[in-house]
């Protein structure tokens, strides 16, 4: 399985933003220049992300972006489909007639995998790489 860079972005993005000191905010210029990339790309990005109540923008000369929830309560799997959606990863495009309910049995083998990543990665929260990353700056 294979994420969009815009999801490896969106993740990295929302560590950094996890890191900054409540009541502060981040610029999209300062964000694209620590990942190397386009202010224009990244605020695609940023956009989904406020969309999805992940963030806020602040607008104005001090404006920028900023954590809107509790960064505890923000896992991997509300970033990653704040950025890819919410639908399947895999569907069956055959049709079955060989099994007694018409069913691929493929796709449902594909489906179970799916949930238990989709599980293992509501359970993992941004927060965590960000305190992570905060002990490993203090040694």
Do not use: W
């Not at 605020?43 to 929830?69: C, D, F």
């Not at 990863?89 to 990543?117: A, P």
Request: hydrophobic share 35%; with cysteine.
């Amino acid at each position: 399985m294979k994420y969009s860079k815009a999801t490896n972005y969106a993740l990295h993005t929302m560590v950094y933003l996890t890191l900054t000191p409540k009541g502060k905010t981040v610029g999209v210029d300062q964000l694209a220049k620590i990942q190397s990339l386009s202010p224009t790309y990244l605020s695609k990005i940023l956009t989904k992300l406020v969309k999805a109540g992940l963030i806020q923008s602040t607008p104005g000369v001090n404006g920028g972006y900023s954590i809107v929830r509790q960064a505890s309560d923000i896992s991997f799997l509300d970033v990653i489909q704040a950025i890819e959606g919410k639908s399947t990863f895999f569907n069956c495009s055959l049709e079955h007639e060989d099994t007694s309910q018409g069913e691929c049995l493929i796709e449902k083998v594909m489906i179970q995998s799916e949930e238990k990543m989709k599980d293992e990665l509501n359970n993992t929260f941004i927060i965590d790489i960000a305190r992570q990353i905060e002990a490993s700056n203090q040694s």
